[in-house]
Nanobody, 122 residues
Framework: QVQLVESGGGLVQAGGSLRLSCAAS????????MGWFRQAPGKEREFVAYISRSGSSTRYADSVKGRFTISRDNAKNTVYLQMNSLKPEDTDVYYC???????????????WGQGTQVTVSS
């Protein structure tokens, strides 16, 4: 069992930056692939980025590539999402997730945080 708690969301102007953090409980953090997803009201939860167990492999959605960076610190049981050059269309609730395999599909992720709101004003 893994419990995930996101933080770092908020309101930012377009072009600004935010850094999301996701702290995990338990001693098995390094055995999970970690992902970030986002969801707007009435829409499907969509993939943003994932990072492999060791941190050596990452993948991003095309919409955030070059602007967002995912990283992890296994000693601190924490995964991060650095978001730069934010756009109004990045406004969503952002969720971190722990999964069994490197995958963009949410079905491969077993544990989810409660979400943190990111709002980008124009």
């Amino acid at each position: 069992q893994v419990q995930l708690v996101e933080s770092g969301g908020g309101l930012v102007q377009a072009g600004g930056s935010l850094r999301l953090s996701c702290a995990a409980s338990g001693r098995t953090f390094s055995t999970y692939v970690m992902g970030w997803f986002r969801q707007a009201p009435g829409k499907e939860r969509e993939f943003v980025a994932y990072i492999s167990r060791s941190g050596s492999s990452t993948r991003y959605a095309d919409s955030v590539k070059g602007r967002f960076t995912i990283s992890r610190d296994n000693a601190k049981n924490t995964v991060y999402l650095q978001m730069n050059s934010l756009k109004p269309e990045d406004t969503d609730v952002y969720y971190c997730a722990a999964g069994r395999a490197v995958a963009t599909s949410k079905e491969w992720y077993d544990y989810w945080g409660q979400g943190t709101q990111v709002t980008v004003s124009s």
